[in-house]
């Protein structure tokens, strides 16, 4: 079975400053893996997604993740945070990239930006 | 492309009275998923749909849930009866094939 840790339930970052939000899963297959980010009171919005190929992935919005196998992490980043970036991200994974067996998520990041 | 279109977007009921959630999925996505958030236990799977098929339930927490997808446009989730402990978010999402998920704004849903 798939899971996913999501390390801090909260982080602060200042505006302009890197946004580095973690993500560790396990799965009994090769992973496909994603990032969702939800803004108050409205529903999941995909940022990115690893399936195969490129480890490195760009998203919306300026982030971008980082697939390595060897630790079981899917690490989110932005070079320069932005107060639009304030939301709940989640990281979620599925065996099959989410059409055969759903998506398994991760409790989420709150993520803060201070001016 | 209007989306994943939910209904109501918010629902305050009574204990013990019938909740029906509506969803409508993307035209031409196969897969259909029901999902419930809570502070609790996060985004929970609840059930999905393979060409309005029931493929996995074993997310539903008890009898008092049912889902039905009676064509390929049209998904309900309905509760009965409510309980307080069921007020949370529930997101319905789909997806054709292995292409990522859609996902709804969700309904929002009280039992007083």
């Known amino acids: 079975a798939q899971s996913v840790t999501q390390l801090g339930s909260h982080v602060s970052v200042s505006e302009g400053a890197l946004v580095l939000l973690r993500c560790n899963y396990s799965s009994s297959v090769p992973p496909y893996l994603f990032w969702y980010v939800q803004y108050p009171n409205q529903g999941l919005q995909l940022l990115l997604k690893?399936?195969?190929?490129?480890?490195l992935v760009k998203g919306i919005n300026g982030f971008e993740a980082e697939f390595k196998k060897s630790e079981t992490s899917f690490h989110l980043t932005k070079p320069s945070a932005h107060m639009s970036d304030a939301a709940e991200y989640f990281c979620a994974v599925s065996a099959t990239g989410g059409g055969a067996d759903g998506l398994t998520f991760g409790k989420g990041t709150h993520l803060i930006i201070q001016p | 492309d209007a989306g994943v279109i939910q209904s109501p977007r918010h629902e305050v009921t009574e204990m013990g009275q019938e909740v029906t959630l509506r969803c409508k999925p993307i035209?031409?996505?196969?897969?259909l998923f029901w999902y419930r958030q809570t502070m609790m236990r996060g985004l929970e799977l609840l059930i999905y749909?393979?060409?309005?098929?029931?493929?996995?339930d074993s997310g539903m927490p008890e009898d008092r849930f049912s889902a039905k997808m009676p064509n390929a446009s049209f998904s309900t989730l309905k509760i009965q009866p409510s309980e307080p402990r069921d007020s949370a978010v529930y997101f319905c999402?789909?997806?054709?094939?292995?292409?990522?998920?859609?996902f709804g704004s969700g309904t929002r849903l009280t039992v007083v």
């Open positions: 999402a789909s997806t054709l094939g292995q292409f990522g998920y859609t």
């Open positions: 690893y399936t195969t190929g490129a480890t």
């Open positions: 749909f393979n060409n309005n098929v029931p493929i996995d």
């Open positions: 035209s031409g996505h196969d897969y």
